[in-house]
């Protein structure tokens, strides 16, 4: 089985988009499951094939530890390390091709929580990817780009995971909207140069400095832009996961 991590910011999509794509992969015959890390997750769009709210409540972790909900999330997400097994015995029983993990609407809580690493060695590193999603609404300007690309560099260099980068909610930008965002991550120059544009501000000499950082990074390259609700980006986000586990073959081999 093959694992993709969808990991963003909070209100970037994640959960919208995990389930928009597991439809497009059940209407085109690809065996999948989806598997919901969140504990705080009140409501899904999607029916959780494997869910850790069986194992782990988010209100009985509030009363047990006396926390607030901030506090019980960050729990709760420790606590995943002690149901790893538990998780992993279930997943296996489906053998599906595919298993979409959906973490916690808080980065931080899967990016910067050591069980999170301990989940992803788990389920196999060698056989799993990131689905970075860039939330179009903090990436307008260069110096929100710039913020946005940060936190995905720091997700993948913690992780030590494949990545693909994704500009979700595409149906909300205009054409040029879009393009200037997606240009902006595939020709660095381009967002050099609307830094170099900006106002004069703090920010903006901070901005050139992480710039320079995740370039020298080698993180900028390739961003699709996706959709779940016009359906925009899931065959490339299929192309991606094929080239990633099969050098570009299906999961048959063909």
Known sequence: MKFIFFV????????????AYRRWLDDNGVDAIVVNMDPGAEALPYDADVDIREWISLEETMVTYGLGPNGAQIVAADLMAANIDKMTDVIETFGSDYVLVDTPGQLELFAFRESSQLLVRAFGAQDSMIVYLSDPSLCRTPNGFISAMVLGALVEFRLQLPTLNLLSKCDTLTDDEEQRMLDWFEVSDALYGDLLDSDSQPETVIGMELFKAIEGAGVFGEMRAVSAQDGIGMEEIYAAAQLTFFGGDDAEGH
Do not use: E, F, M, N
């Open 8 to 19: 963003g910011t909070a209100g970037s999509g994640k959960s919208t988009l995990v389930g």
